[in-house]
């Protein structure tokens, strides 16, 4: 064929060839989760295509698209376009980027993944992956996760496993239309024809280590089936437990504090949970340690207190009171911003969960949060203290230390923290000093290079107002950090500025 393929163009064509009659262009849009500009755009493509395999594609006004030819040559190209599929250029839209994003760093949790590793995987420029990665931090935070950056490792996802499996869930359920996540859960996925067509092909690959048949043969034999009947509870406990199975299959496993365990253990809904750990084990082969069926436990209570009124009819006003609070202690921009009122209001959710069913909480990045952004966490518990006296109950001080986080990742969203000074020094030439400065720059966006100086500029600057100085010479220090580094920063260099940050 001598029409180039991309994911789009795969995703039309094998739609098309599975209709029986003629569609219109919004269908095909809205089928596919994409605009009908890009639709529209790509139609070129598929008609060529289409014409060297000796099909035609029929586009009649008021009826639709459809494609005219020989039943067998049809019959044909599924199987050509199936074998290709795997190997096609990937073209993402914002959206689908993200989720990819979201899907590699979540399975990889808690492992790092390389900058360069997320960049191949979208298949755009490492300036575009840093700024989708940026983009995917709000997501994390509203479900208690959140980006540890180690210049010179990787980016990881901090979080509990339990906590992780939940992320790994909403993503599936946002990315994939329900009617692609049932067939799922029905036809083994080689079989599935939805998801080829209805999912973007970066998340394609994601949900196929997830075994969703297996999976709901667990909460059919469970006796579960049909008890669940909170909306869609039923389809996402087959997804929380096929995501348990792939993440067990790789070690991932299930730790929980001594407190929470026995919490969970002793609760009416872990009967239900041990008749799941039963049925999964006889599925899959393996048995479950105490720790995952008192996961199962608490993932059962998230689905059976959907929708549970708690009680105060919602926490807009609270949300209100506390961003106003924050604004008057730290800053004014804190007042409108909308991803601190989200994180807020859906952190308030999940404590009214806790508080009914007397779960406790544990926050592993205290300790840290706590020492780093000593300021912010002594708002927080002002903050914490009107949750308290709202919920009147005790608030835990890990609670404290997910608003002190909460708080101050929107001060890094609005820059509101001051990053580190930065004198760069590069007697080779500026052209040189440039190349390192963009290196500075993309590794390490906290550092602000307020000046680039050849040695004999640095050594008549008089004043030196930096917290750190890096340099391709050796100088002396003077009451400043001097870090000498290779001009193109190299990977041992990134290891040693990442002392500074």
Known sequence: MSVPLDSRVVRILRWLLEQTRP?????????????????????????????????????????????????????????????EAPTTPRVYARDEREHV???????????????????????????????????????????????????????????????????LVQLAVEAAPEEVLHELCMTPFENASLVWVRVAAGMRDHLARFPMEAAARVVTESGLAGMLDEGNSELVLCVYLAVTAARLATGKTVTLDTGLHRSLTDHPLSASAAKIAAAFEAEFGAELPDPEVAGITEYLLGLVSLGVDPGKGGHDELVVQLTELAADRLDAALATDLELKRSLSQHLDRLAVRLRYGLPVFNPLLGEVAERYAEVHRVALELGEVIAEYFEAQLEEDEVGYITMYLSGAMERARLFPGRRVLVVCPSGMAT??????????????????????????QSLEDRDADLVISTVELAENGVPVVVVNPLLTSSDVRRLAAHV
Not at 48 to 54: Q, T
């Open 101 to 167: 994003l979201l899907a590699s760093l979540l399975w990889s949790a808690p492992d790092p993944t390389s900058l360069d590793a997320l960049q191949d995987q979208l298949e755009v420029s490492k300036a575009s992956a840093r700024r989708d990665l940026k983009r995917t931090e709000p997501w994390l935070e509203r479900r208690g996760l959140f980006l540890a950056r180690q210049p010179g490792v990787g980016i990881t996802v901090v979080g509990s496993e339990v906590t992780i499996r939940k992320a």
């Open 23 to 83: 569609r219109s262009t919004a269908d095909l849009a809205s089928d596919l989760g994409l605009s009908q500009r890009v639709v529209r755009y790509r139609l070129g493509a598929v008609e060529s295509y289409l014409r060297d395999a000796g099909l035609h594609l029929v586009r009649q006004r008021g009826s639709g698209l459809w494609i005219e030819g020989p039943a067998e040559t049809i019959a044909n190209l599924r199987s050509l376009l199936a074998a």
């Open 433 to 458: 000093a440039w190349v390192l400065v963009s290196r500075i720059q993309a590794e390490f966006p906290q550092f602000d290079v307020v000046n680039v100086l050849s040695l004999r500029g640095y």
